[in-house]
């Protein structure tokens, strides 16, 4: 539990010092791997059942992830740390960067050890300055006291950490987009087949993980799995961080294990803003579908609860609505997003997000027509499941559940030539 360690760190000073950490069981984990002799196999089978699943939006298995790669091919293998955290709402990567980044050096060295890597970079979104001065002094800290580098711990395992500033395209938080990112090439998603795990940073076998997900590592094998899974619920082991923003007393991260009431969450955050009634949640990031107040109340924030509703969990960051947004606003801000960081590889993705801004921003301006909102269905339909990528989804399905959810308030503004909020 990435951050309950975090949490504890906090009340020292400068929390974010190797010191620090070692205080609360830091390393402890890498110890009992190399010191201990834990195969690889045994590393790997410990984080599948620990049921962590990738924090950074597609959920996927950890530990199924790390054991699609093939150990015994000739040649390096590499480990990836995605640290771009471009998801509007999203802003916990950051923090771990900031005050707990030996958990995350921690884990990258025991999951490079479990895949047979060679080295591992870390990909940091450019803007966050701080967070990689902070990785970075962690980085050496660790090579000092030889948990990085060369014959890690008297163990023989070599293994070294690099850090990669991106330059502030979203895309690039999609992993093949990343790895181009890396290698220099220009930030677009590969075809897959084949997968990373195949073909991946430079040509070679490579995992990628993102920030939360490698920095859960090291209480999984300090404690076990069974101690980890135990804390969410079926499907949905661990905690989990989200960033809670929008119409919040006391926005900010809260980390709760998975099947945590939506309703406890918000309570933690302060309850909705000045008492006001909750009109709409988008409970996993900006490409999430959005919810209906009233239905997120009753909801549970862990994966399956949340895709039964019709969204999905992605990478946390939720953000909140009150009484006071309108809806065709917020859509307008969203579609404009996604339009602006299309990279313009695939057809759909690239002429439909323009399309979708478009016709959204006509309605918000009181220029909409009656027809508009079957042809927003129509288009979103039309990008879903159509791109090399899944931002071509990211921006369709905002679009479709707006418009689903909230097609009175839409219809409103085109009838009317105005907001039905406040109006």
């Known amino acids: 539990m990435a951050n309950e360690v975090c949490f504890r760190l906090m009340h020292l000073p400068e929390p974010w010092r190797l010191a620090a950490y070692q205080s609360e069981g830091g390393y402890e984990a890498l110890r009992k791997v190399l010191g201990g002799g834990m195969p690889q196999d045994q590393v790997i089978e410990e984080v599948k059942k620990s049921g962590l699943r990738g924090r950074g939006g597609a959920g996927f298995p950890t ?21 771009d955290e471009g998801e509007p709402g999203t802003c916990k990567d950051r923090d771990i960067l900031r005050f707990n980044p030996h958990a995350l050096i921690e884990g990258m060295v025991i999951a490079g050890y479990a895949i047979g890597a060679v080295a591992g970079y870390n990909y940091i979104r450019g803007e966050f300055w701080e967070p990689y001065e902070r990785f970075e002094a962690a980085l050496a800290e660790a090579r000092e006291a030889g948990f990085l580098g060369k014959d890690i711990l008297g163990s023989g395992l070599d293994f070294d950490i690099h850090t990669h500033l991106g330059a502030g395209a979203y895309i690039c938080g999609e992993e093949t987009a990343l790895l181009n990112s890396i290698e220099g090439r220009k930030g677009q998603p590969r075809y897959k087949p084949p997968f990373p795990a195949q073909f991946g940073l430079y040509g070679r076998p490579t995992i990628i993980n993102n920030t939360e997900s490698l920095a859960s590592v090291p209480e999984i094998i300090r404690r076990g799995g069974d101690w980890f899974r135990e804390i969410g619920v079926a499907n949905s082991g661990g905690p989990k961080l989200f960033s809670v923003s929008g119409n919040v007393a006391r926005p900010g991260n809260y980390e709760v294990p998975l099947g945590t009431p939506f309703a406890t969450l918000l309570e933690m955050a302060g309850g909705v803003r000045g008492g006001r009634k909750l ?23 862990d994966y399956d609860a949340i895709a039964k509703a019709g969204s999905m969990l992605g990478s946390g960051a939720v953000i909140v609505m009150d009484d006071t947004n309108c809806m065709v606003r917020v859509l307008d801000r969203v579609s404009y997003f996604y339009y602006e960081e299309s990279c313009g590889q695939c057809t759909p993705c690239r002429e439909g997000t323009g399309w979708m801004h478009r016709v959204i921003h006509r309605i918000e301006t009181g220029k909409g027509r009656p027809e508009d909102l079957d042809l927003l269905d129509d288009v979103a339909a039309k990008i879903q499941g159509r791109t090399i990528c899944a931002l071509g989804d990211a921006a369709a399905m905002p679009v479709a559940s707006f418009v689903r959810h909230f097609r009175d308030e839409f219809a409103y503004h085109i009838e009317h030539r105005r907001c039905l909020v406040g109006g």
Do not use: E
């Open 279 to 301: 009109k709409a949640v988008i409970p996993g990031g900006s490409s999430a579908p959005v919810i209906p107040g009233d239905v997120m109340m009753d909801l549970t924030m």
């Open 63 to 83: 530990g199924v992830k790390w054991g699609f790669i093939n150990r015994t091919a000739p040649g390096p293998r590499y480990l990836v740390c995605n640290s």
